[in-house]
């Protein structure tokens, strides 16, 4: 089948690759447009569009995908279907009729489960121990077509939004071309998802991110592993931002009050509403990732409190 395939970041690859190494045809990618970043605020291509640059497909950027020219030239590719992988705009309804078998989305949870922006971060802040991945029709509302295809992926204690979301990809990407073969030969038919177990994932803020020690131990680590790498958890130290990674809950720790930080030759602790956390990587402001023992050592001698 010819396939246009609709993705952004860097998780999209894997679905992309597989799809470009299937017996289908990838004639087109669409991506969001270039965008400024880093501290040069230069202009950068997606990585799903330097990907395609790097292999000859044509690349479509539209600002918004209902712009009349990208419709057209949709129309134009004659594509069966369309996969979408974190693609971040809306689909009107206006493209979603043109390919002859719609628009797929890979979403990374078990809808209708954390249906939204940030499935991942939001299975990990809640203590969810399984999550997986879906196949599902796209459609007008948010993440509610029927579904093709599914998977399941245990969350382990350790893990990070980013770790579970590299699992997920790469699975994700085989239970796609799994979809896109059966829809093609017409073997299989989307199941509606039930009524109950509907969640939402909305986007995680910078204000998420910040850490509340007045919560429970368990709390503070899984909004820690939750938002890492990004947007990246983060505390107010001195006036300024502190960046931190993931931590281990130590029971047997010093006893400290929540914010309140003890620093020994090589640890750092930081107390919340129960037992105490052990640091592992900081960031301070303007500078880069470290050891929290060695960061610790270059503090004044006068404990730091943590807001």
Same mark, same amino acid.
């Given at each position: 089948?010819?396939?246009?395939?609709?993705?952004?970041?860097?998780?999209?690859?894997?679905?992309?690759?597989?799809?470009?190494?299937?017996?289908?045809?990838?004639?087109?990618?669409?991506?969001?447009?270039?965008?400024?970043?880093?501290?040069?605020?230069?202009?950068?291509?997606?990585?799903?569009?330097?990907?395609?640059?790097?292999?000859?497909?044509?690349?479509?950027?539209?600002?918004?995908?209902?712009?009349?020219?990208?419709?057209?030239?949709?129309?134009? *590719?004659?594509?069966? +279907?369309? $996969?979408?992988?974190?693609? %971040?705009? &809306?689909?009107?309804?206006? !493209?979603?009729?043109?390919? @002859?078998?719609?628009?797929?989305?890979?979403?990374?949870?078990?809808?209708?489960?954390?249906?939204?922006?940030?499935?991942?971060?939001?299975?990990?802040?809640?203590?969810?121990?399984?999550?997986?991945?879906?196949?599902?029709?796209?459609?007008?509302?948010?993440?509610?077509?029927?579904?093709?295809?599914? *998977?399941?992926?245990? +969350?382990? $204690?350790?893990?990070?939004? %980013?770790? &579970?979301?590299?699992?997920? !990809?790469?699975?994700?990407? @085989?239970?796609?071309?799994?979809?896109?073969?059966?829809?093609?030969?017409?073997?299989?038919?989307?199941?509606?998802?039930?009524?109950?177990?509907?969640?939402?994932?909305?986007?995680?803020?910078?204000?998420?991110?910040?850490?509340?020690?007045?919560?429970?131990?368990?709390?503070?680590?899984?909004?820690i592993r939750a938002v890492t790498p990004a947007p990246g958890a983060w505390t107010d130290y001195d006036g300024q931002r502190?960046?931190?990674?993931?931590? @281990?809950?130590?029971?047997?720790?010093?006893?400290?009050?929540?914010?309140?930080v003890a620093v020994a030759k090589k640890a750092v602790h930081v107390g919340t509403a129960t037992d105490p956390v052990r640091?592992?990587?900081?960031?301070?402001?303007?500078?880069?990732?470290?050891?929290?023992?060695?960061?610790?050592?270059?503090?004044?001698?006068?404990?730091?409190?943590?807001?």
């Amino acid at each position: 089948m010819r396939i246009v395939f609709a993705g952004t970041p860097e998780v999209a690859l894997p679905t992309l690759e597989a799809l470009h190494g299937s017996d289908h045809e990838v004639v087109a990618v669409l991506t969001r447009p270039d965008a400024r970043t880093g501290r040069g605020r230069k202009l950068s291509r997606s990585p799903v569009a330097a990907w395609a640059d790097e292999h000859g497909i044509e690349t479509l950027t539209p600002a918004k995908p209902r712009e009349p020219e990208f419709l057209e030239r949709l129309r134009d *590719l004659d594509a069966d +279907i369309v $996969p979408v992988v974190a693609y %971040g705009a &809306l689909v009107p309804p206006a !493209a979603l009729e043109i390919p @002859r078998l719609g628009w797929i989305n890979l979403h990374f949870s078990l809808l209708p489960a954390w249906r939204g922006a940030a499935p991942v971060q939001h299975a990990v802040l809640a203590g969810d121990e399984m999550t997986g991945a879906c196949v599902f029709q796209l459609e007008e509302g948010l993440d509610t077509g029927p579904v093709y295809g599914r *998977l399941t992926e245990p +969350i382990e $204690p350790h893990d990070t939004a %980013g770790s &579970l979301l590299e699992r997920l !990809a790469v699975a994700g990407a @085989r239970l796609t071309v799994d979809v896109v073969n059966a829809l093609g030969e017409g073997l299989v038919v989307g199941e509606p998802q039930p009524d109950d177990g509907v969640s939402y994932a909305p986007k995680i803020t910078v204000d998420d991110a910040r850490v509340r020690w007045t919560d429970p131990a368990f709390a503070v680590d899984r909004r820690i592993r939750a938002v890492t790498p990004a947007p990246g958890a983060w505390t107010d130290y001195d006036g300024q931002r502190l960046r931190l990674g993931p931590v @281990r809950v130590d029971p047997e720790g010093p006893s400290l009050a929540p914010g309140e930080v003890a620093v020994a030759k090589k640890a750092v602790h930081v107390g919340t509403a129960t037992d105490p956390v052990r640091l592992d990587r900081v960031q301070p402001a303007g500078k880069k990732p470290m050891d929290a023992a060695a960061w610790g050592r270059g503090l004044p001698t006068e404990a730091p409190v943590f807001a």
